[in-house]
């Protein structure tokens, strides 16, 4: 894979993603012809959504503009300049088979797949590579979302830029907290609608990263979620666990958990 390419994995899909994926096409070498080509697809099918104006993720000195069309098409360039030597591809009218193709030849790709791959084989790992490619994208809004709200924090605790502090209000005398009545701590509970997985889903392995999401009986969740694996409680039964969310998981997040877990 070209240092390009490699580059790109990284950060759509993050060092463990990125690391799992290609673990996964050394055992399977046939599968490691298409792995970056449908890597670059499925982050095109993203942000192909509204269109795109910037960077190519992980590459220095490229530029993609995606325009939408009518119809599912696309108009635009790619522009990369890696060797030194700006190069540069315009497209108008193409559907994102196309761009996409096109895209991976800039990063250094053969987007020739072996002749024994075998289709099914093929939409697993699209379906798996679109799943960790969102489930990323995911953390790095709510990344930035954290990011900018603790900017907005400091600056009402009077923290600016030029480090100067506003000068602060004159303090007032504390008020007695008033304790919160149970009916209010359940109204402000924000636990999120969980649901139940079976043994053999808890013990199944992740089939893009490899790892199980419940051991010893604890919910450590596989490399695609694990940042959230704090925010959630395994409780066992008879027929396996249900899981339940705090408010730290979005609606997003527990659709991306399900099609990992259950398929959906």
Not at 115 to 130: E, F, H, I, T
Not at 158 to 166: H, L, R
Request: net charge negative.
């Amino acid at each position: 894979m070209s240092e390009l390419l490699n580059k790109f994995m990284v950060e759509i899909l993050g060092e463990e993603g990125s690391s799992a994926l290609q673990k996964a096409a050394d055992r399977h070498a046939a599968l490691s012809t298409v792995l970056p080509a449908r890597s670059v697809l499925g982050w095109l099918l993203l942000a192909g959504r509204y269109g795109f104006e910037g960077q190519i993720p992980g590459i220095e000195n490229s530029y993609l503009s995606l325009n939408k069309k009518e119809g599912g098409l696309f108009s635009g360039f790619i522009e990369t300049a890696s060797t030194g030597v700006p190069e540069s591809y315009e497209f108008d009218n193409a559907n994102i088979l196309h761009v996409a193709a096109a895209t991976s030849v800039a990063l250094g790709a053969d987007i020739t797949p072996d002749p024994s791959l075998r289709q099914v084989d093929v939409a697993r790992l699209g379906k798996n590579l679109d799943i960790l490619i969102m489930s990323r994208f995911i953390k790095l809004v709510k990344q930035e979302l954290e990011e900018s709200s603790s900017e907005e924090s400091s600056v009402e605790k009077g923290e600016f830029e030029s480090g100067v502090k506003a000068k602060p209000l004159t303090p007032k005398a504390p008020e007695e907290p008033i304790p919160p009545s149970p009916r209010q701590e359940n109204k402000n509970a924000t636990k999120k609608p969980g649901f139940s997985i079976t043994k053999s889903q808890a013990n199944a392995k992740c089939e893009v990263c490899g790892e199980k999401q419940i051991k010893k009986h604890q919910a450590t969740l596989c490399y695609c979620m694990r940042d959230l694996a704090k925010h959630t409680k395994a409780i066992q039964t008879e027929t396996g666990y249900t899981l339940e969310f705090d408010d730290q998981w979005t609606e997003n997040d527990i659709s991306v958990f399900k099609d990992i877990v259950l398929g959906e």
